[in-house]
């Protein structure tokens, strides 16, 4: 079997272990401006990134970060913050 016209890497995981990789190194690396590991699972988290960074900078109603769209995006829960006052 021939890989013409498949996209995407497979990382030996299941489609939501790769997304689940995917989407956690995409918040590591929107959260600490960094992060370390291998340069074909970077390779695969730049577009991810990018088209994130672009739903940011658009700013409209559609790509608020309160959008169901974005939220689905990020893996950060909202639970573990607490409130101080």
Not at 23 to 44: F, R
């Amino acid at each position: 079997m021939h890989r013409h016209g498949y996209q995407g890497r497979k990382f030996n995981r299941e489609r939501d272990q790769r997304r689940a990789l995917v989407k956690g190194l995409a918040d590591s690396l929107v959260k600490y401006e960094s992060i370390e590991t291998t340069l074909p699972k970077a390779k695969e988290v730049v577009p991810y990134v990018e088209k994130l960074i672009t739903k940011a900078k658009k700013g409209d109603l559609h790509n608020r970060p309160g959008d169901r769209q974005a939220a689905d995006r990020s893996q950060r829960s909202q639970t573990g913050r607490r409130n101080r006052t």
